[in-house]
C-alpha cells in the first residue's frame, strides 16, 4: 500500500498523508517477527542442558519470535573441550547477538559464557528478559 499525500478531491493532506503513513509502519512492526538470542546453560550437563535449550526455542517460536541458539548449532562442529574452539564459538555468538532484538536468559544460574553475553547486551543495550527452565518470566536476575 502507497499512501496518498493528496486527498480525493487532489488537495494535499498533510494530516491525513501522516496518520496513514503511522499506521503502514505499525502494520509492518506487526508482521516483522522479533528475533531473540537463547542464552541459557551448554557446559556441565551437556545432554540436558542441549534439551532444554530445544524446548527454550520451541517456546521462543510460540511467542511469535525467531530464536537464535548458537550453543545448539556451533557445538555441532566446533569442541567444546578446546579452549581456543570455545572461544571462537562465544566470538561468533556474540556476532549473532548483535544483530537480535532481545536477549532471553533462561534457568536458575549464570554460567561463565551467559554472563559474557549478557554484559555484551547490557553494552549494546538490547534489552533483556529473564525466565525460569520452565519458561515462565522472572522480571530479573536468576539467584
Not at 22 to 51: H, L, M, W, Y
Not at 96 to 123: D, P, Q, T, Y
Request: hydrophobic residues 35%; neutral net charge; proline residues 6%.
Amino acid at each position: 500500500m502507497s499512501v496518498n499525500k493528496f486527498n480525493a478531491e487532489g488537495y494535499h493532506d498533510p494530516t491525513v498523508y501522516e496518520a496513514l503513513t503511522n499506521i503502514e509502519k505499525e502494520e509492518k512492526q506487526r508482521k516483522k517477527k522479533k528475533i531473540v538470542f537463547i542464552c541459557s546453560p551448554f557446559a556441565g550437563d551437556i545432554e540436558g542442558n542441549t534439551r532444554r535449550a530445544r524446548r527454550y526455542g520451541r517456546f521462543a517460536v510460540t511467542e511469535k519470535a525467531v530464536p537464535i541458539i548458537p550453543h545448539l548449532m556451533y557445538p555441532q562442529f566446533l569442541e567444546e573441550d578446546d579452549p581456543e574452539e570455545r572461544q571462537l564459538g562465544i566470538d561468533m555468538g556474540l556476532v549473532l547477538l548483535s544483530k537480535c532484538h532481545e536477549l532471553w536468559v533462561f534457568g536458575n544460574r549464570i554460567s561463565s559464557g551467559m554472563s559474557v553475553e549478557i554484559a555484551r547486551a547490557k553494552r549494546w543495550n538490547i534489552p533483556i528478559r529473564y525466565f525460569t527452565n520452565e519458561c515462565e518470566e522472572t522480571g530479573g536476575v536468576p539467584r
